[in-house]
Nanobody, 115 residues
Framework: QVQLVESGGGLGQAGGSLRLSCAAS????????MGWYRHPPGKQRELVAA???????NYADSVKGRFTVSRDNAKNTVSLQMNSLKPEDTAVYYC?????????WGQGTQVTVSS
């Protein structure tokens, strides 16, 4: 069983920055993929950024050049640095981990960006 605990988020201003972190129980070295989804109000959940165990990261077009996902295998964490925030980034953000075909989710953290 994998447990994911998110931190960070909260209220940000347009043009500002916020950072989300996700701590996983156990070693993440073998996790196939980790990253972040978000669920904007009134919309469907969408993938924001994914970082595989090896290979290149993937970003939603809407966040490319503004958000950066990273993982620290030694600390068992994955982070999302969000710069140049926009009001449309307002959403509940969920950390995920894909482990041998099973998706695990964090509890979600609210990010609200004011204009």
């Amino acid at each position: 069983q994998v447990q994911l605990v998110e931190s960070g988020g909260g209220l940000g201003q347009a043009g500002g920055s916020l950072r989300l972190s996700c701590a996983a129980s156990g070693s993440i070295f073998s996790f196939n993929s980790m990253g972040w989804y978000r669920h904007p109000p009134g919309k469907q959940r969408e993938l924001v950024a994914a970082i595989p165990r090896s290979g290149t990261t993937n970003y939603a077009d809407s966040v490319k050049g503004r958000f950066t996902v990273s993982r620290d295998n030694a600390k068992n964490t994955v982070s999302l640095q969000m710069n140049s925030l926009k009001p449309e980034d307002t959403a509940v953000y969920y950390c995920y981990a894909l482990v041998i075909g099973t998706m695990y989710w964090g509890q979600g953290t609210q990010v609200t960006v004011s204009s």
